[in-house]
């Protein structure tokens, strides 16, 4: 926040101040509900290797509804809407 308004100085202050009581500031993140499950990921990079949903299914022991549910949260939580930004946000 102290960044955004180009107040380093305060920043650093604050961080000291932090540092002091035990607690650390770190760089805001995703919301944890944006951040994809481990099975999300699995499916995100077996489909973006260019698998089919039957094949991605097949390679991980799970039925194609499955992979067709998980693969439409990857893409509400990325914001895309094929399977090439797939491609392209994994390779990134």
């Given at each position: 926040?102290?960044?955004?308004?180009?107040?380093?100085d305060?920043?650093?202050?604050?961080?000291d101040?932090?540092r002091v009581?035990?607690?650390?500031?770190?760089?805001?993140?995703?919301?944890?509900?944006?951040?994809?499950?481990p099975?999300?990921?699995?499916?995100?990079?077996?489909v973006?290797?260019?698998?089919?949903n039957?094949?991605?299914?097949?390679?991980l022991?799970?039925s194609?509804?499955?992979?067709?549910?998980?693969?439409?949260?990857?893409?509400?939580?990325?914001?895309?809407?094929?399977?090439?930004?797939?491609?392209?946000?994994?390779?990134?």
């Amino acid at each position: 926040m102290f960044e955004q308004l180009d107040a380093r100085d305060r920043r650093h202050a604050a961080s000291d101040e932090l540092r002091v009581t035990g607690v650390t500031s770190s760089s805001r993140s995703a919301p944890a509900s944006d951040q994809l499950t481990p099975q999300e990921l699995q499916v995100a990079l077996v489909v973006a290797s260019g698998a089919t949903n039957r094949e991605a299914a097949s390679r991980l022991f799970l039925s194609t509804k499955t992979i067709e549910a998980r693969l439409g949260r990857i893409y509400l939580k990325r914001g895309i809407r094929s399977r090439i930004k797939l491609a392209v946000r994994v390779d990134a």
